[in-house]
C-alpha cells in the first residue's frame, strides 16, 4: 500500500452553514454542493493548497454510509473520515485486507458504491475511521 491522504471528510450538522462558513469566511474556492440527487449524496469538497480535498458531509450521511451510530450527541458517532482513494476496484479490496490483517477493524466491507465506485470503511486499532476509495469521478471534483 502506497500511504497517502486524498481526502478528509469532516462531518458537520448543517451543510449549507458548513458551506458557507469555508466559501464565504474563510474565502476557500468549492463548486458547491454536490450530489443532491442521491440519498446521502450531498457533499460539498474544497480542493487545499497541497492538493489534499476537504469535504464537508452531513454527520448523517457519513454514519450512515459507514453504519456506525448517528447523532449529534453520540460520542461514538463518526467526526471524521480519512481517506485513501486508490485506483482500482482491487485496489481497495486488497489495501482492506491488509489493514484487517494488521488489527483494524473492519467497519464496511468494500461493496460498489452509489456514485459508480468501490469504497470499504476501517477503523485503527485506536478507532480513527478511514475510507478506502475508487470513485472514478473523483478528479473532476474540484
Avoid at 476537504?54 to 458517532?77: E, F, K, N, Y
Avoid at 477493524?105 to 468494500?110: D, E, H, L, T
Avoid at 456514485?115 to 478528479?139: C, I, M, R, S, T
Wanted: net charge negative; aromatic share 10%.
Amino acid at each position: 500500500m502506497q500511504p497517502s491522504i486524498s481526502i478528509l471528510t469532516l462531518a458537520v450538522d448543517d451543510l449549507e452553514r458548513a458551506v458557507a462558513f469555508y466559501r464565504d469566511g474563510l474565502g476557500w474556492t468549492t463548486a458547491g454542493i454536490v450530489g443532491t440527487e442521491f440519498a446521502h449524496g450531498a457533499v460539498a469538497f474544497f480542493t487545499l493548497a497541497s492538493g489534499l480535498k476537504l469535504a464537508l458531509w452531513p454527520r448523517r450521511s457519513l454514519a450512515a454510509d459507514t453504519g456506525l451510530a448517528c447523532g449529534a450527541a453520540r460520542a461514538d458517532a463518526p467526526a471524521v473520515s480519512i481517506g485513501h482513494n486508490v485506483a482500482t476496484r482491487a485496489e481497495v479490496d486488497a489495501v482492506m485486507r491488509q489493514a484487517e490483517a494488521a488489527g483494524a477493524r473492519v467497519v464496511k466491507p468494500a461493496q460498489p458504491t452509489f456514485y459508480g465506485g468501490h469504497a470499504g470503511y476501517f477503523q485503527d486499532p485506536d478507532g480513527h475511521l478511514w475510507e478506502v476509495v475508487f470513485n472514478p469521478g473523483f478528479a473532476a471534483l474540484g
